[in-house]
T-cell receptor
Framework: RKEVEQDPGPFNVPEGATVAFNCTYS??????FFWYRQDCRKEPKLLMS???SGNEDGRFTAQLNRASQYISLLIRDSKLSDSATYLC????????????FGTGTRLQVFP | DAGVIQSPRHEVTEMGQEVTLRCKPI?????LFWYRQTMMRGLELLIY????????DSGMPEDRFSAKMPNASFSTLKIQPSEPRDSAVYFC???????????FGQGTRLTVV
């Protein structure tokens, strides 16, 4: 089983739609969680950290479910500029400093 | 700060040749990571360093790959001999500390023919 798993998509949604991505992780000792965004032929960049209590940043909401070992990202009111690949990232801080990336979920927002 | 700097941006080489990729992390960052990205396998962690010491190299695919970090401001990833299946984008990233954001370089696009 992969350490971090994501649905590769693509998710094709119209502007204004709400879309959600899930990500599961295998190591219950994982301590830190992030969502990164990667545009085509660019490097990944941090979108937001994921806190135990859940957190929101504008149109983006991240949730963590430790019991089921998954994190989610919700995007409301999708914009064309949201089209990108969204990478789920897990840091197993308790055992190592490893930053493990999922393979990413591709989002395409159309007019 | 200029961010994480990688060189070269693009590299085309013939099979069997030695390839050296370079990375300068953000000044003051304590951890440095080398990743390889392909369409099929996504972003794979090859090796990471903490305070210039290799901590985990379990992702290095085989003995043809080696990485060094002689000081806090420089790291190399070497492939010798290179093979066509090594073609990928290689990213270097650095972090200040645990639980903090990883900043990536722009990557080196390697093509082995």
């Amino acid at each position: 089983r992969k350490e971090v798993e994501q649905d590769p998509g693509p998710f094709n949604v119209p502007e204004g739609a709400t879309v959600a991505f899930n990500c599961t992780y295998s190591n219950s000792a994982s301590q830190s969680f992030f969502w990164y965004r990667q545009d085509c032929r660019k490097e990944p960049k941090l979108l937001m950290s994921v806190y135990s209590s859940g957190n929101e940043d504008g149109r983006f909401t991240a949730q963590l479910n430790r019991a089921s070992q998954y994190i989610s990202l919700l995007i409301r009111d999708s914009k064309l500029s949201d089209s990108a690949t969204y990478l789920c990232v897990v840091n197993q801080v308790a055992t190592t400093d490893k930053l493990i990336f999922g393979t990413g979920t591709r989002l395409q927002v159309f007019p | 700060d200029a961010g994480v700097i990688q060189s070269p941006r693009h590299e085309v080489t013939e099979m069997g040749q030695e390839v050296t990729l370079r990375c300068k992390p953000i000044s003051g960052h304590n951890s440095l990571f080398w990743y390889r990205q392909t369409m099929m396998r996504g972003l794979e962690l090859l090796i990471y360093f903490n305070n210039n010491v290799p901590i985990d190299d379990s992702g290095m695919p085989e003995d043809r790959f080696s990485a060094k970090m002689p000081n806090a401001s420089f790291s190399t990833l070497k492939i010798q001999p290179s093979e066509p299946r090594d073609s990928a984008v290689y990213f270097c990233a650095s972090t200040l500390d645990r639980n903090t954001e990883a900043f990536f370089g722009q990557g080196t696009r390697l093509t082995v023919v």
